[in-house]
């Protein structure tokens, strides 16, 4: 079996270099996901974080679609502005539980483990995102705000 194994390696080297790379890159993003400070959650962990905790959502895409639809009462901020600690309008909601919202779900782990840095305790990002949550039919806001 081993002897057959290596013979293909060696006859479809690049298929295997692709699937070694992929079982790489799946190994490494379920160990970031394991060891991050930042859980993802479900719509329905949202929710009740937002009705009952007075969750803070925040927004990462950019300014056009948030105008288009957003969660409500969501504070629109990009990843680069969480990067460069522009937190002014967060500041004040540090002791609230805060979700990271993207436009998938793939893009708000490091802007969440940006946020715990700075010093907000419980911060989470929302499994597929904005996508997810409009794929539910959940409502949106329009608008600036």
């Not at 002897?3 to 690049?14: C, T, V």
């Not at 490494?28 to 009705?51: D, P, W, Y």
């Not at 460069?84 to 490091?110: F, M």
């Amino acid at each position: 079996m081993l002897q057959e194994i290596m013979q293909f390696i060696n006859q479809h080297m690049l298929i295997s270099l692709i699937w070694i790379a992929l079982l790489v890159a799946v190994i490494v993003t379920t160990a970031r996901g394991f060891f991050s400070k930042a859980k993802e959650i479900t719509r329905a962990q949202a929710i009740n974080l937002i009705n009952k905790e007075e969750a803070i959502v925040v927004d990462l895409r950019s300014r056009e679609d948030f105008r288009k639809g957003h969660i409500i009462g969501s504070i629109n901020l990009t990843p680069s502005e969480i990067k460069d600690n522009n937190l002014a309008e967060l500041e004040k909601h540090k002791g609230q539980p805060v979700i990271v919202v993207s436009a998938n779900g793939t893009e708000s782990r490091t802007p969440a483990e940006s946020l715990i840095r700075a010093g907000f305790e419980h911060v989470c990002s929302l499994k597929e995102g904005l996508a997810g949550w409009t794929g539910e039919n959940l409502p949106l806001a329009r608008g600036k705000k």
